[in-house]
């Protein structure tokens, strides 16, 4: 089941439990800690299996045209179970509902690191498009990987 979180506590509570679940990918606490701050002001959709709640997306507005994954996470045990590509599609809903024109998503750069190139991977298998790497914007060990998708 999919569905949009408006509750600040309850967004709070579910990325904590979902991003300490994947350290692998979200390895820096204050990191972490201010991913899971930020989701009580944004739009939020979880992916529940029965009650638990086992994948979220957090998406916030970057221009008036514009919405970023500021923030999604799938519990390990469900990759490759189609949750991804769910709360893909809620969130694109969302912003098309409201008006938006473009989705984009950061991440570290194809080639660096094995986990990442999976998750780059999988947002082009969603309708991505590569749209620009910044070398530097988050260090050099991790170029960002700006990916974009038109809405209309």
């Known amino acids: 089941m999919i569905e949009e979180i408006k509750d600040?506590?309850?967004?709070?509570?579910?990325?904590h439990s979902i991003l300490e679940a994947l350290t692998d990918w979200f390895?820096?606490?204050?990191?972490r800690e201010q991913y899971i701050k930020d989701c009580e002001e944004q739009i939020f959709v979880v992916a529940k299996e029965a009650k638990k709640e086992?994948?979220?997306?957090?998406?916030k507005e970057t221009g008036k045209d514009t919405?970023?994954?500021?923030?999604m996470g799938?519990?390990?045990?469900?990759?490759?179970?189609?949750i991804g590509k769910k709360l893909?599609?809620?969130a694109k809903d969302i912003?098309?509902?409201?008006?938006?024109s473009f989705l984009q998503v950061k991440t570290v750069q194809m080639g660096f690191y094995e986990n990442y190139d999976k998750t780059n991977l999988f947002y082009c298998s969603v309708g991505f498009k590569e749209f620009e790497v910044f070398p530097m914007?988050?260090?050099?060990?991790?170029?960002?990987?700006?990916y974009v998708m038109a809405l209309k």
């Open 95 to 100: 912003v098309i509902e409201k008006k938006y």
């Open 74 to 82: 799938v519990l390990k045990e469900y990759h490759r179970h189609g």
């Open 88 to 90: 893909i599609k809620a």
């Open 137 to 146: 914007l988050w260090d050099e060990n991790n170029p960002c990987q700006i």
């Open 67 to 71: 919405v970023e994954i500021a923030v």
């Open 8 to 15: 600040k506590q309850l967004k709070r509570h579910i990325a």
């Open 27 to 31: 390895e820096i606490t204050e990191a």
């Open 54 to 59: 086992i994948g979220f997306i957090c998406l």
